[in-house]
């Protein structure tokens, strides 16, 4: 079946660093890859998508490309803030199914220190 | 309203007890989701309603849960005889349509002692 695998967490980084959360899938076909974040006390909210190889989403200064040679979709944000501090899911959902039908990874715990 | 609606916030229950979860989906959204997230299993999808039919249950662990949705709109997530490992934060979400973004609502944090 359908897996994603994140990065091992928690990242703790300072303000303004260079920041990687890697993620890789599992899936038969082209899936929709997606990042979500949970900031604290609040409820998932979509940060970007990709529907297909090769694309790039981005929002928030944060970007992923949809590697389907590396069946990979890497989040990344060239400088973090405190307020990023919270927790980032990776996911994909299959081709034909719903976008909210999602097969999340575990989570990656961001800290970001002033 | 403005965003999905999840009622309870907090639930404890002794065990054996049932218990009903309830989500209020964003108005106009036809297809509706919910999930489990606990810290063993991360995030796991449960059901999925499109207007008032679960065309997919596939993620219902046992047949203690079971889900309905009414009108198109409101959801409830029930749970028989509750056990202790059904202990989690229960997730709604829903979206427009098939391709659309869905939109989490804060979850309902259950707790089975």
């Known amino acids: 079946g359908d897996s994603v695998t994140q990065m091992e967490g928690p990242v703790t980084l300072s303000e303004e660093a260079f920041l990687t959360i890697n993620c890789t899938y599992t899936?038969?076909?082209?899936?929709?890859l997606f990042w979500y974040v949970q900031y604290p006390g609040e409820g998932l909210q979509l940060l970007l998508k990709?529907?297909?190889?090769?694309d790039k989403g981005s929002n928030k200064g944060f970007e992923a490309t949809y590697r389907k040679e590396t069946t990979s979709f890497h989040l990344e944000k060239g400088s973090v803030q405190v307020s990023d501090s919270a927790v980032y899911f990776c996911?994909?959902?299959?081709?034909?199914?719903?976008?909210?039908?999602?097969?999340f990874g575990q989570g990656t715990i961001l800290t970001v220190h002033p | 309203g403005a965003g999905v609606s999840q009622s309870p916030s907090n639930k404890v229950t002794e065990k054996g007890k049932d218990v009903e979860l309830r989500c209020d989906p964003i108005?106009?959204?036809?297809?509706l989701y919910w999930y489990r997230q606990s810290l063993g299993q991360g995030l796991e999808f449960l059901i999925y309603?499109?207007?008032?039919?679960?065309?997919?249950k596939s993620g219902l662990p046992s047949d203690r849960f079971s889900a309905e949705r009414t009108g198109g709109s409101v959801s409830t997530l029930t749970i028989q005889r509750t056990q202790q490992e059904d202990s989690a934060v229960y997730l709604c979400?829903?979206?427009?349509?098939?391709?659309?973004?869905?939109?989490f609502g804060q979850g309902t944090r259950l707790t089975v002692v």
């Open positions: 108005s106009g959204h036809t297809a």
């Open positions: 996911a994909l959902s299959d081709p034909g199914t719903s976008y909210g039908k999602l097969t």
């Open positions: 979400a829903s979206s427009f349509g098939q391709a659309s973004e869905a939109f």
């Open positions: 990709a529907t297909k190889a090769d």
């Open positions: 309603f499109q207007g008032n039919s679960a065309p997919d």
């Open positions: 899936a038969t076909g082209y899936p929709s």
